[in-house]
């Protein structure tokens, strides 16, 4: 993998579960609260063997430039050296958000 071609490692919550997936771009998103995720990079397996999770993701993601997550939803981000199997698993014990503060007020 050249230098300048990173791939990271994303795991957030969505809806009671952990999604675990791999893009070559994460960014500070200018919508504030928020982390951009783009050019999800899917493994090209054998279609023989079928994984349910990897394949909801493909359906998910496969067509998005790029995604918002928020902030707290965000577990990990990885800079990984190779792309891995993106899985969705169950979110077991308790995942807290992390704490933010918001931005004071501008009064005019």
Do not use: C
């Not at 795991?11 to 771009?25: C, G, K, L, S």
């Not at 500070?28 to 493994?43: D, H, L, N």
């Amino acid at each position: 993998m050249a230098s300048d071609e990173r791939m990271y490692r994303v795991q957030f919550v969505n809806q009671d579960q952990v999604y675990e997936v791999y893009a070559r771009h994460v960014y500070q998103s200018e919508m504030w609260g928020f982390i951009e995720v783009g050019e999800f990079v899917f493994g090209t397996r054998s279609e023989l063997l079928v994984d349910p999770g990897e394949e909801k993701l493909k359906k998910q993601f496969g067509d998005v430039k790029r995604s918002f997550i928020p902030m707290q939803a965000i577990i990990r981000i990885d800079e990984v050296k190779q792309e891995g199997v993106p899985k969705i698993s169950e979110a077991k014990g308790t995942i807290t958000a992390f704490p933010l503060s918001v931005p004071p007020r501008r009064d005019k």
